[in-house]
């Protein structure tokens, strides 16, 4: 097949498309990625030959058989030492080459994780902590204060954070000059490229002090208490998250603090059901009050209790709405409605008047 059409390019392609043509189809069919072996020997001999100038110029005038004319059988993209072709690489690899390291070498070599550097911020930052936390449905009523005790990463007491003893000089980490990172050199068959990791000397700081904290031995943080108070808005609904900024793990030295995630939920209510921020809930009637109409007292989650008139020919399963009587609604003004179910109560038993009452009802008609 020919090597432009295995990369996928014309014959006219740069050195540059030719490049990264190369870089995403070895992306694509490497073995260690679950490629194919065969596809990925015949991509990196075409492109054995195209990176190449003067190997390039003779397969456009010669074709494949150039190398036997021009007496060369070698061609590493990435200059390897053994000589060679990419097969004797592939089959015969030693303790120079790390197989194992080919996803770093797509990720830094080829960029394709975009070669990333992990920062003094990244490693210095705490981490966030979520909790659940239980209310009634009484108290989504009105803002809410409640206090919380966490056991979490506080900042030591005894250094302040500064993960040395007090009174203790800070210096420049030897190894990484104040970098926080080291960098390594590592070498696979498609060749060496430098990765960067964090400096295991100073843990990323970048900083050492002469003598370490003798509470929390250089780390600049402890686990301890903190209690904590939540403040938790009018209206908020079940599984509802509230964040609180800088009130997570304690980030080390001087790092900043990660977050508290509140998850709400809220207890169920033996009279009200909620939907959305209205309130639903059902109530008895007499028959007497259903045919004649009547006002009833009404229950609300305040506590209070309100009159709701029954409109005569009320049939069971009528719904009535009160207005303003739901959940505060959440971040802005105004409440919901509730919404109130009538239900007409039959008795399983009855008085003698009340037999002689309803016979002559029935007489009547009714």
């Not at 919901?336 to 003698?352: A, H, Q, S, W």
Request: aromatic share 8%; glycine share 12%; charged share 30%.
């Amino acid at each position: 097949m020919d090597y432009y059409e295995i990369l996928g390019i014309t014959k006219s392609a740069s050195q540059d498309e030719i490049k990264k043509s190369f870089h995403k189809l070895a992306h694509k069919y490497h073995p260690d990625k679950g490629g194919d072996e065969k596809k990925f020997k015949e991509i990196n001999e075409a492109y054995q030959v195209l990176s190449d100038a003067k190997k390039r110029q003779q397969y456009d005038q010669f074709g494949k058989g150039f190398e036997n004319m021009a007496g060369n059988g070698q061609g590493n993209p990435f200059g390897s030492a053994q000589g060679g072709d990419f097969n004797w690489a592939w089959q015969n690899s030693n303790q120079d080459f790390a197989f194992e390291d080919l996803g770093d070498v797509f990720e830094n070599l080829f960029s394709f994780g975009g070669g990333r550097r992990a920062t003094k911020k990244d490693v210095r930052k705490g981490k966030d902590i979520q909790v659940d936390l239980e209310i009634s449905l009484e108290e989504t009523l009105k803002q809410t204060l409640r206090k919380i005790t966490l056991n979490k990463i506080i900042t030591c007491h005894r250094c302040h954070g500064t993960g040395g003893e007090p009174q203790t000089k800070i210096n420049e980490c030897f190894s990484c000059r104040g970098s926080g990172q080291v960098q390594q050199i590592k070498k696979t068959i498609l060749g060496s490229y430098t990765s960067f990791t964090v400096c295991p000397e100073c843990k990323g700081e970048g900083t050492k002090p002469e003598k370490l904290c003798n509470v929390c031995r250089g780390e600049s943080r402890i686990k301890g208490e903190e209690t904590i108070e939540v403040s938790i808005p009018a209206g908020i609904d079940n599984n509802q998250a509230i964040e609180i900024e800088g009130k997570g793990d304690a980030g080390k030295k001087g790092g900043r603090s990660g977050n508290l995630y509140v998850r709400i939920f809220i207890k169920e209510h033996p009279v009200f059901k909620r939907k959305e921020d209205d309130l639903y809930v059902s109530s008895q009637i007499t028959y007497s009050q259903a045919i004649l109409g009547a006002e009833i007292e009404m229950p609300t989650l305040e506590g209070t209790k309100i009159l709701l008139t029954v409109p005569q020919g009320t049939e069971s399963g009528k719904v009535l709405r009160i207005s303003g009587k739901g959940i505060p609604h959440f971040g802005s003004y105004g409440r919901g409605n509730m919404f109130v179910e009538l239900i007409i109560k039959t008795p399983k038993k009855i008085t003698k008047e009340q037999r002689k009452a309803l016979d002559q009802l029935k007489k009547e008609g009714l």
